[in-house]
């Protein structure tokens, strides 16, 4: 339980997508030691530190009719936290599918109309920044 005497001992917290409450990253540690001592007891019991998933490789799209399969190669898990989900958007349009098996099919899509998709990785800390863009795939009717 976070102490409220102090504010050296509590630690911004705020509540993601998912509704889980996470600690928020602070620009300058130091105001908050616990995230940092969090951490470091952590790392001396063989643990990685909490973190947001790495950046995940760029995707490979196929086209279907008014949809793409998204295929992805799924995260290797080193911390404790584990993925709650993929979601993988495409350019142009935005649309997304999300899952935590791969492929993911978007749908929605235009016929003739060429796409690009990204993919992020989200756990209880938050979201991977997205993957480099897939190769093009041409929505079918």
């Not at 196929?62 to 993988?88: D, E, K, M, Q």
Request: aromatic fraction near 4%; charged fraction near 5%; proline fraction near 9%.
């Amino acid at each position: 339980m976070a102490r409220t005497d102090n504010p050296a001992h509590t630690t911004p917290v705020t509540t993601n997508a998912a509704g889980f409450s996470v600690a928020t990253p602070v620009a300058n540690p130091t105001e908050y030691p616990n995230v940092s001592l969090l951490d470091a007891q952590r790392s001396s019991r063989g643990q990685a530190a909490l973190a947001v998933p790495a950046t995940m490789v760029a995707p490979v799209a196929t086209a279907g009719s008014l949809s793409c399969s998204v295929a992805f190669t799924p995260l290797v898990i080193t911390t404790t936290s584990p993925i709650l989900t993929y979601t993988v958007t495409s350019t142009p349009g935005s649309f997304t599918a999300s899952g935590l098996t791969s492929p993911l099919v978007v749908t929605g899509l235009t016929a003739a109309q060429g796409y690009t998709f990204t993919a992020v990785a989200t756990n209880i800390i938050g979201s991977s920044t997205a993957s480099p863009a897939s190769n093009s795939a041409t929505a079918t009717a």
